[in-house]
């Protein structure tokens, strides 16, 4: 049975109507509140991160020093509930499916500056202070993303930057 997926487009009457608030529950029972109303989510004081079908959140790690991109990883409920409670990112990985404390195997450990979050919520951005050599990438790069994508006649190219 396909899963039911929200209207790309809701029309002025539906988008009036209250949501159905609910919560998603980590595996240690804290729940994690449910997004409110737009008004709500985009204005708010209140944190309601929007996970995705899967229970996940996109987090992009950024050197809050220099500001580089380092990374794009993937957190559940309860990797941000540790990333906020211990001030260290916790990654959920989902080609191991479980939860990764960043810096573990590889020195290359993040501390938590500050932690913002996007208009809707669906995303968030971690500015972190890199400990080890200072890299974030498996490959021993400083960044995940050492390519550029270049436009060519005979399609698109990678080159290292």
């Known amino acids: ?24 529950e980590t595996r240690h029972g804290r729940p994690v509140p449910a997004p409110g109303d737009k008004t709500e989510l985009e204005e708010g004081a209140l944190f309601t991160p929007r996970f995705d079908r899967n229970g996940l959140i996109a987090a992009i790690a950024v050197d809050a020093t220099s500001g580089d991109v380092l990374m794009l990883a993937w957190m559940n409920a309860e990797a941000l509930r540790l990333t906020l409670e211990t001030g260290i990112v916790h990654y959920w990985s989902r080609s191991r499916g479980k939860l990764w404390r960043k810096g573990d195997d590889s020195g ?22 890199v400990g080890g050599d200072g890299g974030a990438c498996h490959t021993g790069r400083r960044s995940c993303f050492y390519r550029l994508v270049t436009a060519t006649p005979s399609g698109a190219r990678l080159r290292f930057t």
């Open 1 to 24: 049975m396909a899963r039911r997926r929200a209207p790309l487009y809701r029309s002025p009457e539906a988008a009036a109507r209250p949501r159905a608030r609910r919560t998603v």
């Open 108 to 129: 290359q450990q993040q501390k938590v500056v500050d932690i913002r979050t996007d208009c809707d919520q669906d995303a968030i951005l971690v500015r972190v202070e």
